[in-house]
């Protein structure tokens, strides 16, 4: 009887071991620098809140960490649509002034491999600037680093709350160099073929309810050959 | 005795240190092979067209898929509660947001149709995010046909409908049922694809 409970004892311990070296382990999901932080084309910056109840709207199945907003929403019970969330979010500029609308729709991937640090989500986001036009950003994202340095030491802490600064890319493809794809749809953006990356800053999180303050970003660079084509909103558009 | 309890002692050591090869075993098969996100398919309800290409039908029942609307200057919004951005820069634009079903009236995906009022021509413009399949991104024409339908292109998709071109027609079918409880109306949107080649390797 003694060794069986130890056999359960080490089995156990081993698939503790185990997880902790997935979850700790340095090389796993370690994220690089943004290809388009070097970039020398012009790129268009949009931040939005990270918080929920922030959004315009925020739904999802109702029954995970993060409540629908505003409480009467319709939830996406559905079975097609149990790991999708969707939201509608106001964008603003580099002022921090209100520069346009931005839909994001996203759901849990098939590819996702937490044993090799991949927590995927496949989203896409729906963005019109007033003026200037819309576009259609199409990424995979890649929560394993926020996972680890977050979630994790969040569900640690005896007040179950992260409070800190953590700023970290969330697009992980399906571009070569972990960039999304950006399609332009109308006015200065039509047409055009460009590449964007999503990042959030997060600083302070709670295991119930989720971001508590948090920022994201939208990073899109344009081509080469539309900064002699397009009108510069001196707001939106950085020159690297 | 010490001799026997000393032994007893490696060999329970031993069953321990044998429980934790086994654990991190069993754990890096499980993590390996098991899926952590399985999503729920739906059969793909795709026709072949007379005159080429694919076609397949969504629509969504008006009004319980409807999951916002939102304008600005409207009095009551949905859902409720909603507080739609009163700012000068969104005032020309509006968003709705659906659930979409298939041919066999199951709910399958997500869908946001937005409208912005430029002095040009209106921007009119689907997101139809099906979880299991992909995205569809398509530009709807500004002005309706003849018989109140329009049609948009199919700009681009993702994943199942990434290599994928077409157009999709958007019409609006009043309910003639007459039954208690069905819907007013439901938007269909008739998507038709057609493939591009890919080149050979």
């Known amino acids: ?240 | 005795m010490a001799r026997e309890l000393s032994s007893g002692g490696n060999v329970l050591l031993k069953t321990f240190l044998v429980g934790i090869l086994l654990g991190i075993a069993a754990t890096a098969g499980a993590l390996y092979s098991l899926p952590a996100v399985d999503q729920h398919r739906e059969v793909s309800l795709v026709t072949v067209a007379p005159n080429g290409g694919n076609q397949e039908s969504f629509h969504i029942n008006i009004p319980m898929d409807r999951i916002m609307v939102g304008t600005a200057g409207q009095k009551a919004g949905l859902p409720a509660g909603l507080d739609w951005p009163q700012d000068d820069v969104l005032a020309g634009v509006s968003a709705e947001l659906f659930k979409i079903r298939n041919a066999r009236d199951v709910v399958i995906g997500v869908a946001a149709r937005t409208v912005a009022k430029e002095e040009a021509s209106d921007v009119i413009d689907w997101v139809l995010h099906i979880p299991a399949r992909g995205t569809l991104f398509v530009n709807m024409a500004p002005d309706a046909q003849e018989g109140g339908h329009r049609i948009g292109r199919l700009r681009t998709g993702s994943n199942e409908f990434a290599l994928l071109k077409g157009f999709v027609v958007e019409r609006w079918v009043a309910d003639t049922s007459g039954e208690e409880d069905a819907p007013a109306g439901r938007i269909e949107l008739l998507a038709t694809y057609v493939g591009t080649a890919e080149p050979f390797e």
Not at chain 1, 183 to 211: I, Y
């Open chain 1, 1 to 240: 009887m003694k060794y069986l409970i130890a056999l359960i004892i080490g089995i156990i311990s081993g698939a503790a071991i185990f997880a902790a070296g997935v979850a700790f382990n340095p090389f796993v999901g370690k994220q690089g620098l943004s290809p388009l932080a070097v970039t020398d084309s012009q790129t268009v910056t949009l931040t939005y809140s990270g918080v929920a109840s922030d959004d315009v709207v925020f739904t999802n199945d109702g029954e995970s960490r993060i409540s629908p907003y505003p409480e009467k929403v319709l939830q996406l019970w559905e079975a097609s649509i149990r790991q999708t969330s969707a939201s509608v979010k106001i964008l603003r500029d580099g002022r921090g002034q209100v520069a346009g609308l931005g839909i994001k729709i996203s759901s849990l991937s098939e590819a996702t491999r937490l044993f090799a640090g991949k927590a995927i989500v496949d989203s896409v986001w729906y963005v019109y600037l007033p003026g200037r036009g819309g576009m259609f950003i199409e990424q995979t994202e890649n929560y394993w680093d926020f996972l680890r340095r977050i979630v994790l030491p969040a569900y640690r802490s005896s007040a179950n709350i992260w409070q800190g600064s953590w700023i970290g890319n969330l697009t992980a493809g399906p571009g070569a160099l972990g960039t999304a794809k950006v399609a332009g749809s109308s006015g200065e953006f039509s047409g055009l073929e460009m590449l964007a990356v999503e990042s959030l800053t997060v600083r302070a999180w709670r295991t119930v309810g989720g971001p508590l303050a948090a920022e994201g970003q939208l990073l899109i660079e344009l081509p080469p050959d539309a900064d002699d084509e397009s009108p510069v909103d001196e707001a939106l558009v950085e020159d690297e």
